[in-house]
């Protein structure tokens, strides 16, 4: 339901209103009062989702209403009911804020009904005024104007009509320089149409670029277009035409332009603290990535001391043992001659060398010694041996690196990424052959595992979230403060690039 209070003080009029809407929204509430001092209290009382109100009643007209609802920061939507030959002050209206206009003389005034409808669906979506766009309080507005009764009645006027408006007067040139020079604290400049000293225009341009951010309101006795449009383009918030009525109007165009700079104003002031929060999340963020890359560079340099700490128990420890049992069963298998206890020897001792190159193997895998003692070609040589004794699958290596050796920790990524690599190709690839590209050049290492293999689609198996191991080589890779790039497609292969920074001398790089 719809409850509208229509302004009206002919009765045949507000009659016909109610019969019309009686008929054709029967659930809405009109409720009709004669003049404007009874509006303004039905107003303040509330409860109302639209008002009707006549451009002209007996003891005001619909302008002052609309500039009372602006000082209150009523926000009902108006609908202004006009006569024949009220299209400029129709127009005034519509610019002091009312949200529609109907010609109660004209055929349109039939179409009431789905006006309101429209209105009130429009306002019922719009959001809701900021707190910001009221004008609590008194605001200082500074009048430029040389003539003393021109100056006189806009004061008057507003101290009568307006009193929200503290209107200071600058009418010499010297008060001009004044307050162009401190600015005097005003939340609005109005230019009368005589400013001491200078023409309107060229007081506004000073104004502007004195007062930024401060609305200016320029009153003219000119109504040539290019004043106008001179006026707006130099910085003017609303360019007023002196006529006998005008001083209505300056209160509307004050009361929009004072709520315009509060609303930018405040603005400013949440783009200001949103630009700072995001700048203090952002700098969270990036202290919570470092955090989190540290974290996760010592668990790798953990899990390959850890491993380093296994290969060596595995060969220092179980080696050993596992070499003096089949030291110890071949000597058994001597002394025992040609009974049935040497076959029964010779098989446990059987099981112990494979046990013990099985321990071996392990042991490389866990932390290769000849990446340690010997560096990263050694390993990738010796790796690619055994992976393929191990799978049959061909490994072409080809590595071109410089007479120093690198970084400890770079040679521990480089390596582990090529083992990776190696082994997904043979859970997967179905290929044959295995290219393995290891260089340096430009100040960067390249590390580059391609195969003629079944493929894949990199998009699906990048999604899935059991599919680890791509995952793992990007997360290592990125970790070095490398790049990593991966092409497949089904049917055609696959190939890894990596590349990496190699460290100035003297500095400690940032290899896991």
């Avoid at 109302?48 to 003891?59: G, T």
């Avoid at 619909?62 to 920061?73: D, F, Q």
């Avoid at 203090?280 to 668990?299: D, H, K, M, P």
Wanted: glycine share 6%.
């Amino acid at each position: 339901m719809i409850r509208a209070l229509y302004a009206e003080d002919d009765p045949n009029v507000a009659g016909i209103v109610r019969s019309y809407m009686e008929h054709f929204a029967p659930d809405w509430k009109l409720d009709v009062v004669p003049n404007g001092t009874e509006c303004l209290q039905r107003m303040a009382a509330g409860g109302y989702d639209i008002l009707l109100l006549d451009l002209v009643l007996p003891d005001t007209d619909g302008l002052h209403i609309l500039g009372e609802l602006a000082r209150r920061n009523d926000t009902t939507p108006v609908v202004m009911v006009t006569g024949h030959g009220q299209t400029e002050l129709a127009v005034r209206a519509l610019r002091a804020g009312a949200a529609d206009c109907v010609d109660k003389t004209s055929p349109q005034f039939l179409q009431l009904v789905d006006i309101i409808k429209r209105v009130h669906a429009h306002h019922a979506e719009a959001p809701a005024r900021p707190a910001t766009a009221s004008l609590p309080g008194r605001h200082h507005v500074m009048l430029i104007e040389g003539s003393s009764s021109v100056g006189a009645n806009i004061r008057e006027f507003c101290a009568s009509h307006a009193p929200q408006f503290e209107v200071s007067l600058a009418a010499t040139q010297a008060e001009l320089d004044r307050f162009l020079t401190t600015g005097a604290g005003a939340d609005a400049v109005l230019i009368g149409p005589n400013p001491p000293g200078s023409k309107p225009l060229e007081v506004l341009r000073r104004v502007h670029s004195q007062s930024a951010g401060v609305p200016v309101l320029l009153v003219s006795s000119r109504s040539d277009g290019e004043t106008a449009v001179a006026a707006f383009k130099l910085g003017a918030q609303d360019f007023i035409l002196q006529k006998p009525d005008y001083l209505t109007e300056l209160v509307f165009s004050l009361n929009s332009a004072l709520r315009r700079a509060s609303v930018e104003r405040q603005n400013t002031k949440l783009t200001h603290e949103l630009e700072t929060l995001n700048r203090s999340l952002e700098a969270q963020v990036i202290t919570r990535t470092r955090e989190l890359q540290a974290l996760s560079l010592r668990l790798l340099r953990i899990q390959e001391d850890e491993r380093r700490a296994i290969a060596r128990e595995l060969h220092d420890e179980v080696g050993q043992l596992l070499t003096g049992l089949k030291l110890q069963l071949e000597a058994a298998q001597r002394s025992a001659g040609d009974t049935p206890l040497r076959r029964e020897i010779e098989e446990a001792r059987a099981t112990a060398s494979n046990l013990l190159e099985h321990v071996r193997t392990l042991t490389q895998q866990y932390r290769p010694r000849v990446l340690d003692d010997l560096g990263l070609q050694p390993a990738l040589e010796w790796h690619a041996r055994q992976f393929t004794k191990q799978t049959g699958i061909d490994v072409a290596l080809d590595v071109s690196l410089p007479p120093e050796r690198l970084p400890g920790e770079l040679e521990t990524v480089a390596y582990r990424i090529v083992q990776e690599a190696l082994t997904n190709a043979a859970r997967h690839a179905q290929a044959k052959l295995v290219s393995v590209t290891v260089t340096t050049g430009d100040k960067l290492l390249f590390v580059e595992i391609a195969d003629r293999g079944v493929g894949f689609d990199l998009t699906s198996v990048l999604a899935r979230t059991d599919s680890l191991g791509l995952a793992g080589l990007r997360e290592r890779v990125n970790l070095a403060g490398g790049r990593l790039e991966i092409y497949s497609r089904p049917g055609e292969g696959t190939r890894i690039q990596a590349e990496f920074p190699l460290p100035a001398e003297g500095t400690t790089p940032p290899f896991p």
